[in-house]
């Protein structure tokens, strides 16, 4: 199986601020990954798919970048609306398809 | 435009079974393959089974192959999950999920709101 590992787990940041995002897979997925944005109670939204998609309605101030192993999620200008939890996940090989752990963006 | 509606969760003890259900809404149901993907209480996601729109490719998790049964019936745009001999690990928020099939290696792009599975004694 591939493994995925986010980093970091949790970060403060303010409304206004660049926040990064990192995703590593234990093997290269060329650009099969997407990014997820989940809020408490909710089912997870797709944000970006194939590496640097936007997926339609998503808000420009989301980029997604990476290909191979190491991946990049971000946000250019951080919004209250945008305090949340971020997954990555794997669509390359055939199934299981596997999610990082998640990473946290909490208001500083 | 896809409306997902998850349903059929509960209180089942160790052991046990669960039928979930999940309906479209929409009308595009039959061209996606559909997905079961699964939160246990404040940890992240897990994919748990996968089926094609004409059922002909079905795929499950480690984790729930030979206890978990994927089905699906296109005519009334329905997804299910039959859950058998289910643990205490099996408790979770599950939630059914869409892949385009005119994509390549496509994202999960719809979601339904998810059904709480507890498993417990």
């Known amino acids: 199986d591939i493994q995925m590992t986010q980093s970091p787990s949790s970060l403060s940041a303010s409304v206004g601020d660049r926040v990064t995002i990192t995703c590593r897979t234990s093997q290269s997925i060329s650009s099969y990954l997407n990014w997820y944005q989940q809020k408490p109670g909710k089912a997870p939204k797709l944000l970006i798919y194939a590496a640097s998609s936007l997926q339609s309605g998503v808000p420009s101030r989301f980029s997604g970048s990476g290909s191979g192993t190491d991946f990049t999620l971000t946000i250019s200008s951080l919004q209250p609306e945008d305090f949340a939890t971020y997954y990555c996940q794997q669509s390359y090989s055939s199934p299981p398809w596997t999610f990082g752990q998640g990473t946290k963006v909490e208001i500083k | 435009e896809v409306q997902l509606v998850a349903s059929g969760g509960g209180l089942v003890k160790p052991g046990g079974s669960l039928r979930l259900s999940c309906v479209d809404s929409g009308f595009t149901f039959s061209t996606y393959t559909m997905n079961w993907v699964r939160q246990a209480p404040g940890k992240g996601l897990e994919w748990v089974s996968s089926i094609s729109s004409r059922s002909n490719y079905i795929y499950y998790a480690a984790s729930v192959k030979g206890r978990f049964t994927i089905s699906r019936d296109n005519a009334k745009n329905s997804l299910y999950l039959q859950m058998k001999s289910l643990r205490v690990e099996d408790t979770a928020v599950y939630y059914c999920?869409?892949?385009?099939?005119?994509?390549?290696?496509?994202?999960?792009?719809?979601w339904g709101q998810g059904t709480l599975v507890t498993v417990s004694s």
């Open positions: 999920a869409t892949m385009s099939e005119q994509l390549v290696r496509p994202p999960f792009d719809h």
